[in-house]
Each structure stands twice: as structure tokens, then as C-alpha cells.
């Protein structure tokens, strides 16, 4: 028996839902606060403690200061998971960016201290507020749409506009007002402007109503997802038991062999990909079971894609601050300024870079979520290629040109624009209603774990250098793009038609539709 998905009326500006630009406005804030700090992180801790008019660093070098970065970055997605987890199972998604919010107001807020207890608690905070806000907002971004709504995809598009408009407001002024009244100065700002946020939420949740609540599970319920019992039945599935031991062990192998850091990540994962397996097999329908298993190969793009994306606040950001020339009639630009290319960028080419992928799939195109991601690794990757020119000509002549870093950031943007609000839409349109909390986690936990590897690929460029970094980072992210693009026919066979019954919705139609594949049903 068929049926239909019904959703309460919602009031629209511009043909989206008004809760759309109520999220916009909030993850606005929330990104201007963290991509100030973002760009601050590094640079901070490798100036020295005294003789810089920003004010005094750290003092660490440049490995010790990109090692801090991939933790920090990856713990705020990784984070994710448990915020996903506690949306999911104890308050809902909308009180749990509410709490997110206020944790770091308070986390920005901390770090205006000049003490180092301050600076790690800080950043502790910031982990714990984006774990709780960032996997809940974007699935609350979803939920405002009706299955098939074709809206969806250019929703994600214009809440990306909001994340970057953020990022592009806090890369122009954080370096301005750093280079006037010192670092601390600018994480003050970012604590201020996520109170900007928080305030704007409380403000719109009336447009909110409809979506992010919290329901709590009825008895017997089959959406219901008790996580103690799909690890319980663990102990009944010999197959997923012994690979769970493999991974157990190669965690506490990584814990005495590398540090402990590592072994407590390695855990952590393998609870994670445990759960993944228990969730895969207590799916009650082959079509399910396709759909995940794609989108479980799907999270590996955007590893790849972080884990390359992600030097931009690392490698990228120590290079431009000690091997570009940054003047500019006269005027020395601040590095972090640089950061607000890639924001600028997506401001412009968003919606353009959208509505070229909607009217190519209008026209029977070839425009599925799978190729638009492994299409924009091979992009964002050849961005890789001015950085190596880059390179080259500082070899030649010890500075090299701001234009190489103009180009390499254009080339990210546009691969950014066809993985990453993608992506987003890609999980609500393949995950079971009751688990999209946790794949959203779960895809920001994939991202975080790029940014890990980002930390450690610009640690390597101590050893190799960074034209060796550069180059080897364009030809391993066109090779695995390249890969995807050719198992595609097989993967979208996969996903059985989740994204070929997409059309454009109306508000005014008060009745849902039938899903197209009849196992669903059913």
C-alpha cells in the first residue's frame, strides 16, 4: 500500500520556506565565528611571543602548530556524531543547535583570555557548541522540504551562500581588526558575532515550528533507534563481531604505538563503523541496504576532498603569510584576508554554479549528486596546480605572486560548490528518516577526518616541501575522482532512482506523493 508524505503549510519569501533564511542567518553567524578563529588558529600559535605588532603568539613551530590545527579541525566535526546522536535520542535538533549556540558564545568568549588554560578550554568549547550545531541545523535545512521537492538541492545551495557569507565578513575584518588591536582582539569579535546568532535563532523560531522537534519514541515504535541494542546485537553477528575484534585491536596497536591521541581516535572509529555495520544489517529492505552503502562510499570523496580542501587554513595560510608577495599599491595585505577568496567565490558562482547543474538534469543530462562530488575533487584539485606554480616561482625568485593564490582558490570554490551542498542533500535523500540525525553526523565526522589528514599532509611539507605536497595533492585527488566517475553507472544502480523522481513542489499543494520505488512503499 502507497503513501503519502504529508507537510504542514509553510509561509515562503522568494519560493523558499522563510525558516530557510532564519538557518541562513544563524550558521551565518555561527561560520563567521569559527572561520575567523580558523584563520587565526595557526598563525597565532607559530608567531612568536614577542616583536609582532599583532601581539604576542605561541611560539611553536610550524609542525606543532599544524598538528594542534587537524586535531581541532577534525574534533569539531567528529564532534558531530554525539551531537547527532543526542538530537536523535534526548532533546531534538532544534534545542540542540539552541545549546550548541549558547556553548559557544561561551567557548569564543573564553578564549578572549590571554592565559593557555583559556586558549584550550576555548577551544574545547568551540568542539563541543559546532558538535552540537552544526550536523542538526543542516538536517533541520531538510526537513523543510517535502521528499522530491526539487528546491531542496538549490535550499542547501542558498544556506551555503549563508555559511560563506560568514566566512567571507569574518576573513575581511578579523585580519583588519587583529592587525589594529592584537589576536585576542579578533576572538573576542568571533564570541561577539556568535551572540549575533544565537539572538536570531531565539528570534525565529516561530517559522521553525514545524521542524527539529523532538518526539519522543512511543512503545514498540519501528522508527524508534535504541543504539545499546544494535551494539548488543553485535554479540549474535559472528561476521560483524570479528571484524569489530580487528578493529578493536588495530586501535589499541595504534594507542601504544603511536600516542595516545591516535588510539583513542582509532576507538572512537571503531565504534562508529560498528554501529554503521549493525545499522546496515537491521535495514529491513535491500533498497535501503543499496542506498547506504553508496552513501557510506560516498563519505570517502569527501575525505579525499577535506583532507586536500582543508590546507587553506593550514599549509596555504603559512605559506601566503612567509613565501607571497602581498603587496598591493603599497599596502601589505593580512594573510587572513586571503581566506576571503574562497568565500567571495562561492557568494558569486552559488547560485550559478546550482541552477547549471538543475538545468543540465532538466535536459536528461547527466547530473547525479555521485558524479557533481567526484567531479568537483578533480576540480578543486587542479587548484592544486597554481599552488605548484606557485612554488616554482618562489624557488626562482623567493616570492611568488598573489595570483597563483587567486586561481587556486577559484578552482577550490567551484569544487566546493559541486561536492559540498551536495553532499548535504545527497544524506537526506538517501538515509532512513530515523537516522538522518546521525549520517549527517557522520558525513561531518568524514569531514572532519579530511581535515586530520590535511594537518598531516602540511606537517609533511617540513620534510618534503611544499612543491612535492602540492603536486602530489593534484594528482591523487584527479586520480580518485576520476575512479568514481568510473564506477558511476554501477553506484547510481545503487541508489535506485532516490534522485530521478525529483520535481519542482509548490507550497500550495496540500497533498504528499507516492515515492517512486514501490519496495518503499510497500
Same mark, same amino acid.
Given at each position: 500500500?502507497?503513501?503519502?508524505?504529508?507537510?504542514?503549510?509553510?509561509?515562503?519569501?522568494?519560493?523558499?520556506?522563510?525558516?530557510?533564511?532564519?538557518?541562513?542567518?544563524?550558521?551565518?553567524?555561527?561560520?563567521?565565528?569559527?572561520?575567523?578563529?580558523?584563520?587565526?588558529?595557526?598563525?597565532?600559535?607559530?608567531?612568536?611571543?614577542?616583536?609582532?605588532?599583532?601581539?604576542?603568539?605561541?611560539?611553536?613551530?610550524?609542525?606543532?602548530?599544524?598538528?594542534?590545527?587537524?586535531?581541532?579541525?577534525?574534533?569539531?566535526?567528529?564532534?558531530?556524531?554525539?551531537?547527532?546522536?543526542?538530537?536523535?535520542?534526548?532533546?531534538?535538533?532544534?534545542?540542540?543547535?539552541?545549546?550548541?549556540?549558547?556553548?559557544?558564545?561561551?567557548?569564543?568568549?573564553?578564549?578572549?583570555?590571554?592565559?593557555?588554560?583559556?586558549?584550550?578550554?576555548?577551544?574545547?568549547?568551540?568542539?563541543?557548541?559546532?558538535?552540537?550545531?552544526?550536523?542538526?541545523?543542516?538536517?533541520?535545512?531538510?526537513?523543510?522540504?517535502?521528499?522530491?521537492?526539487?528546491?531542496?538541492?538549490?535550499?542547501?545551495?542558498?544556506?551555503?551562500?549563508? &555559511?560563506?557569507?560568514?566566512? %567571507? +565578513? #569574518?576573513?575581511? !575584518?578579523? /585580519?583588519?581588526?587583529?592587525? =589594529? @588591536? *592584537?589576536?585576542?582582539?579578533?576572538?573576542?569579535?568571533?564570541?561577539?558575532?556568535?551572540?549575533?546568532?544565537?539572538?536570531?535563532?531565539?528570534?525565529?523560531?516561530?517559522?521553525?515550528?514545524?521542524?527539529?522537534?523532538?518526539?519522543?519514541?512511543?512503545?514498540?515504535?519501528?522508527?524508534?533507534?535504541?543504539?545499546?541494542?544494535?551494539?548488543?546485537?553485535?554479540?549474535?553477528?559472528?561476521?560483524?563481531? &570479528?571484524?569489530?575484534?580487528? %578493529? +578493536? #585491536?588495530?586501535? !589499541?596497536? /595504534?594507542?601504544?604505538?603511536? =600516542? @595516545? *591521541?591516535?588510539?583513542?581516535?582509532?576507538?572512537?572509529?571503531?565504534?562508529?563503523?560498528?554501529?554503521?555495520?549493525?545499522?546496515?544489517?537491521?535495514?529491513?529492505?535491500?533498497?535501503?541496504?543499496?542506498?547506504?552503502?553508496?552513501?557510506?562510499?560516498?563519505?570517502?570523496?569527501?575525505?579525499?576532498?577535506?583532507?586536500?580542501?582543508?590546507?587553506?587554513?593550514?599549509?596555504?595560510?603559512?605559506?601566503?603569510?612567509?613565501?607571497?608577495?602581498?603587496?598591493?599599491?603599497?599596502?601589505?595585505?593580512?594573510?587572513?584576508?586571503?581566506?576571503?577568496?574562497?568565500?567571495?567565490?562561492?557568494?558569486?558562482?552559488?547560485?550559478?554554479?546550482?541552477?547549471?547543474?538543475?538545468?543540465?538534469?532538466?535536459?536528461?543530462?547527466?547530473?547525479?549528486?555521485?558524479?557533481?562530488?567526484?567531479?568537483?575533487?578533480?576540480?578543486?584539485?587542479?587548484?592544486?596546480?597554481?599552488?605548484?606554480?606557485?612554488?616554482?616561482?618562489?624557488?626562482?625568485?623567493?616570492?611568488?605572486?598573489?595570483?597563483?593564490?587567486?586561481?587556486?582558490?577559484?578552482?577550490?570554490?567551484?569544487?566546493?560548490?559541486?561536492?559540498?551542498?551536495?553532499?548535504?542533500?545527497?544524506?537526506?535523500?538517501?538515509?532512513?528518516?530515523?537516522?538522518?540525525?546521525?549520517?549527517?553526523?557522520?558525513?561531518?565526522?568524514?569531514?572532519?577526518?579530511?581535515?586530520?589528514?590535511?594537518?598531516?599532509?602540511?606537517?609533511?611539507?617540513?620534510?618534503?616541501?611544499?612543491?612535492?605536497?602540492?603536486?602530489?595533492?593534484?594528482?591523487?585527488?584527479?586520480?580518485?575522482?576520476?575512479?568514481?566517475?568510473?564506477?558511476?553507472?554501477?553506484?547510481?544502480?545503487?541508489?535506485?532512482?532516490?534522485?530521478?523522481?525529483?520535481?519542482?513542489?509548490?507550497?500550495?499543494?496540500?497533498?504528499?506523493?507516492?515515492?517512486?520505488?514501490?519496495?518503499?512503499?510497500?
Amino acid at each position: 500500500m502507497s503513501t503519502a508524505i504529508k507537510q504542514p503549510h509553510q509561509r515562503e519569501l522568494f519560493g523558499q520556506p522563510i525558516g530557510l533564511y532564519i538557518l541562513f542567518l544563524t550558521e551565518m553567524w555561527e561560520r563567521f565565528s569559527y572561520y575567523g578563529m580558523r584563520a587565526l588558529l595557526v598563525l597565532y600559535m607559530t608567531t612568536a611571543t614577542i616583536g609582532d605588532e599583532r601581539g604576542a603568539g605561541l611560539g611553536w613551530t610550524n609542525s606543532e602548530a599544524l598538528a594542534l590545527y587537524g586535531w581541532y579541525t577534525m574534533l569539531v566535526y567528529v564532534m558531530s556524531i554525539p551531537g547527532g546522536m543526542i538530537a536523535d535520542k534526548l532533546i531534538g535538533q532544534k534545542k540542540a543547535v539552541l545549546l550548541g549556540a549558547i556553548i559557544l558564545c561561551i567557548g569564543h568568549g573564553v578564549l578572549v583570555l590571554t592565559d593557555i588554560w583559556a586558549f584550550y578550554t576555548g577551544l574545547g568549547l568551540v568542539i563541543l557548541g559546532v558538535g552540537l550545531l552544526k550536523p542538526n541545523i543542516s538536517t533541520m535545512v531538510g526537513g523543510l522540504y517535502k521528499e522530491g521537492d526539487i528546491r531542496r538541492d538549490k535550499g542547501f545551495s542558498i544556506f551555503y551562500i549563508g &555559511i560563506n557569507l560568514g566566512s %567571507l +565578513l #569574518a576573513t575581511m !575584518i578579523v /585580519g583588519l581588526v587583529v592587525k =589594529e @588591536w *592584537g589576536w585576542h582582539a579578533g576572538f573576542g569579535l568571533a564570541g561577539i558575532v556568535m551572540l549575533l546568532g544565537l539572538i536570531n535563532y531565539i528570534y525565529g523560531q516561530k517559522y521553525l515550528a514545524q521542524v527539529g522537534n523532538f518526539v519522543p519514541a512511543k512503545k514498540d515504535d519501528p522508527n524508534e533507534i535504541s543504539y545499546g541494542k544494535l551494539y548488543a546485537k553485535l554479540f549474535k553477528s559472528p561476521t560483524q563481531l &570479528i571484524f569489530a575484534l580487528i %578493529l +578493536l #585491536a588495530a586501535s !589499541i596497536w /595504534g594507542w601504544y604505538t603511536l =600516542e @595516545w *591521541g591516535y588510539g583513542l581516535l582509532f576507538i572512537f572509529l571503531t565504534a562508529v563503523v560498528v554501529l554503521l555495520m549493525m545499522i546496515y544489517k537491521e535495514l529491513d529492505s535491500q533498497v535501503f541496504k543499496d542506498r547506504f552503502m553508496v552513501l557510506l562510499l560516498s563519505f570517502i570523496m569527501v575525505i579525499v576532498f577535506w583532507g586536500a580542501f582543508e590546507q587553506a587554513g593550514g599549509l596555504m595560510n603559512l605559506y601566503t603569510e612567509t613565501n607571497t608577495d602581498r603587496m598591493l599599491f603599497g599596502w601589505e595585505i593580512p594573510t587572513v584576508m586571503f581566506q576571503s577568496l574562497n568565500a567571495g567565490f562561492i557568494i558569486i558562482f552559488a547560485t550559478v554554479v546550482a541552477s547549471f547543474w538543475a538545468k543540465r538534469k532538466l535536459k536528461g543530462k547527466e547530473a547525479s549528486s555521485l558524479f557533481k562530488m567526484a567531479l568537483g575533487i578533480i576540480i578543486m584539485g587542479f587548484g592544486f596546480l597554481f599552488m605548484v606554480f606557485a612554488a616554482m616561482e618562489f624557488e626562482n625568485s623567493g616570492a611568488s605572486s598573489m595570483i597563483w593564490l587567486v586561481l587556486a582558490y577559484l578552482f577550490h570554490t567551484i569544487g566546493e560548490l559541486c561536492l559540498s551542498p551536495v553532499a548535504l542533500s545527497f544524506i537526506t535523500k538517501l538515509t532512513p528518516v530515523k537516522y538522518a540525525s546521525l549520517m549527517m553526523g557522520v558525513y561531518f565526522a568524514a569531514t572532519g577526518l579530511g581535515s586530520k589528514v590535511a594537518g598531516i599532509v602540511g606537517e609533511a611539507a617540513s620534510d618534503f616541501g611544499e612543491y612535492t605536497i602540492f603536486l602530489g595533492i593534484l594528482i591523487f585527488t584527479v586520480i580518485v575522482g576520476t575512479l568514481f566517475i568510473l564506477i558511476l553507472k554501477p553506484l547510481k544502480r545503487l541508489t535506485h532512482g532516490a534522485e530521478d523522481n525529483e520535481r519542482m513542489m509548490h507550497s500550495d499543494e496540500t497533498e504528499g506523493f507516492e515515492l517512486a520505488d514501490p519496495e518503499i512503499n510497500n
